[in-house]
């Protein structure tokens, strides 16, 4: 059974930063890209980050291109997204995904997400 739990988030300052983790299992976590979204009230949830199973390069919302970066750790099956120069735009619900091929097509597994929230 697929489970992603998130972690790290907050309140803090504009110009602050943040590391989120996500720790996953019951799936073969090295073999999988994973993404981070958000979702800020009354917004739909929008990609931020995603991190190949392999080589390859990481990729990113143009809102959050040099502020964030996304990583992992395939030994503790985690994957992280460390925050900087946090925005107040920034103020969202952040949630892990992967997605998988199943016999009846694509399953997206999402975590419950952890509450990041950037005021002065």
């Known amino acids: 059974q697929v489970h992603l739990v998130e972690s790290g988030g907050g309140l803090v300052q504009p110009g602050g930063s943040l590391r989120l983790s996500c720790a996953a299992s019951g799936f073969t976590f090295s073999s999988y890209a994973m993404n981070w979204y958000r979702q800020a009230s009354g917004k739909e949830r929008e990609l931020v980050a995603v991190i190949p199973s392999a080589a390859g390069s990481a990729n990113y919302a143009d809102s959050v291109k040099g502020r964030f970066t996304i990583s992992r750790d395939n030994a503790k099956n985690t994957v992280y997204l460390q925050m900087n120069s946090l925005k107040p735009e920034d103020t969202a619900v952040y949630y892990c995904?992967?997605?998988?091929?199943?016999?009846?097509?694509?399953?997206?597994?999402w975590g419950q997400g952890t509450q990041v929230t950037v005021s002065s």
């Open positions: 995904n992967t997605l998988m091929a199943t016999m009846t097509g694509l399953k997206s597994y």
